[in-house]
């Protein structure tokens, strides 16, 4: 496979099935491929990502919309707060 922006090697992947030692190749902001670990990808930037969990497609889905917090409430509200979590937190 050749042609992508960024190739994320050697993280930890958790899907819906389990977990696995993989590379993740990325192009144009989204994953384009789950690759074995050391797989040949062509890729203008290379990360190592050894150690390190990552969760393609997973949405962080914990919020605080309206906390409570030291006498006052945050200003969030669910909208602003949704739209957020779906841009990454």
Do not use: K, N, Q
């Amino acid at each position: 496979m050749t042609g992508f922006d960024t190739v994320v090697r050697g993280a930890t992947v958790v899907t819906s099935g389990g977990s696995a030692l993989l590379d993740l190749a990325i192009r144009d902001g989204r994953y384009a491929a789950v690759l074995e670990p050391g797989a040949a990808a062509d890729a203008d930037t290379e990360v190592d990502a050894h150690g390190l969990v990552a969760t393609p497609g997973g949405i962080d889905t914990h919020t605080h919309i309206s906390w409570p917090y030291d006498g006052v409430r945050t200003v969030d509200g669910a909208h602003g707060a949704s739209r957020a979590a779906l841009l990454g937190g």
